[in-house]
């Protein structure tokens, strides 16, 4: 679907392969691959090793849980989730567990969670679409969320699926090709 990406240097396979569709097929992605993906993001490095990262999921196949999940989305994310296998609402907390003071770093540490299980995903040959817009409000209506821990994304995982069950907008950015900055934008070296 996705047009080949225009590389400036070669980069690994499943990074070069990474892109964020919206369209998936409606099929199970099996607990084994759910662990290896929670495995995955288990094992990222963090603050102090802090892991200050938590994650409510919801499969496709236990209706009542996806939808419970699927409520806490944006309006515009939930007319093409509905077809994920799984849901994930990420989670920060916000101090350190070992002094009690503000831990800053939570939210880099939880992309960098995010991010390996994104690539463990790929190698499993499933996709990951990550969303910043979520009802926080209703997260923390719907589930019992102790103090300190903030709702921060949900990502969509599954199988690539048919475009058609899309709208002409989203149906559009499938085939749109990716673009970034350059590495002289984002990189530059010993001074800004």
Request: proline share 5%; charged share 25%.
């Amino acid at each position: 679907m996705k047009p080949k990406k225009e590389l400036s240097h070669p980069i690994h396979p499943l990074l070069e392969k990474r892109w964020s569709p919206r369209a998936f097929k409606p099929k199970s992605i099996g607990q084994e691959n759910v662990d290896q993906l929670l495995e995955a993001a288990r094992w990222s490095p963090s603050a102090f090793n802090e892991q200050p990262w938590h994650f409510i999921y919801a499969e496709q196949g236990n209706a009542d849980a996806f939808k419970n999940v699927h409520e806490c989305l944006n309006e515009g994310n939930r007319s093409w989730t509905a077809n994920a296998s799984l849901l994930i609402i990420t989670f920060a907390k916000n101090f350190y567990e070992r002094n009690g003071k503000a831990n800053a770093h939570a939210t880099h540490d939880l992309g960098g969670a995010a991010a390996n299980l994104t690539l463990q995903a790929l190698e499993l040959d499933l996709y990951v679409h990550q969303m910043a817009g979520i009802d926080k409000k209703a997260i923390l209506e719907k589930f019992d969320i102790p103090d300190g821990w903030e709702p921060m994304t949900m990502i969509a995982v599954g199988y690539l699926g048919d475009v058609s069950t899309l709208d002409e907008r989203q149906a559009a950015s499938e085939f749109a090709e990716q673009k970034r900055k350059s590495i002289e934008e984002i990189a530059s070296l010993n001074k800004w």
